[in-house]
């Protein structure tokens, strides 16, 4: 059974204090692996997608990159609007679902 | 830019009623996604449709149906509305079934209270 699991499940950082989200998964044959951010009441905004491991995308103050287990979303000199719950999906070959995993939580404060 | 859209931000029903949640995005993609958001479960898969007509039971499909009879239009249906149905239901759309597009966006979120 495909397998997501996020950790921490909450993280608090001071504004320009860079970390890192891990993002751990099980799946039979990779198609994707897939990153959002959620605000508080709204739907997940798609992020990035990363197909294979070695690859790493950025867009502002986020970087993804991947591995053959594990997915990591760095946060370099976060802001206070950086502040939302951030989820890791997997999607197999073969199958149209994404499997989530449970989000990090994370707060910036000024 | 994708957009999704849910029909009603926020939904109060009672116990027995028939409910219906409708989705629409304005890309012409393929597949459309109805999920429930719960906390601490995350999100789960109620049902997909990867084409007109055609659905696919998601992982927890019971107590749900689905209506796809316009490429852009998917409605979710409690046929018979309970309590443990209430949550946050999300929409989501992709655009196509292989190849490297199939990331999915996902609409605003209906939150439905069931009483």
């Known amino acids: 059974e495909d397998q997501v699991t996020q950790s921490p499940e909450a993280l608090r950082l001071q504004e320009g204090e860079s970390s890192s989200l891990n993002c751990s998964y099980t799946?039979?044959?990779?198609?994707?692996l897939f990153w959002y951010r959620q605000d508080p009441g709204k739907g997940p905004e798609f992020l990035f997608t990363l197909y294979s491991a070695g690859e790493e995308k950025e867009k502002e103050r986020l970087k993804a990159t991947l591995t053959k287990k594990e997915s990591f979303l760095h946060i370099t000199a976060p802001k206070p609007e950086d502040s939302a719950t951030y989820l890791c999906a997997v999607s197999r070959q073969g199958a149209q679902k994404l499997v989530f995993g449970q989000g990090t939580r994370l707060t910036i404060n000024p | 830019d994708v957009k999704v859209t849910q029909s009603s931000r926020y939904l109060v029903k009672r116990t027995g009623e028939k409910v219906f949640l409708e989705c629409v995005q304005d890309m012409d993609h393929e597949n459309m996604f109805w999920y429930r958001q719960d906390p601490g479960l995350g999100l789960r898969l109620i049902y997909f449709s990867y084409d007109v007509k055609m659905k696919e039971k998601g992982d927890i499909p019971e107590g749900y149906s689905v209506s796809r009879e316009k490429k852009e239009r998917f409605s979710l249906i409690l046929e018979s509305a309970s309590t443990n149905q209430t949550s946050m239901y999300l929409c989501a759309s992709s655009l196509y079934t292989s190849g490297s597009k199939y990331e999915q966006y996902f609409g605003p979120g209906t939150r439905l209270t069931v009483t």
């Open positions: 799946v039979s044959g990779l198609r994707g």
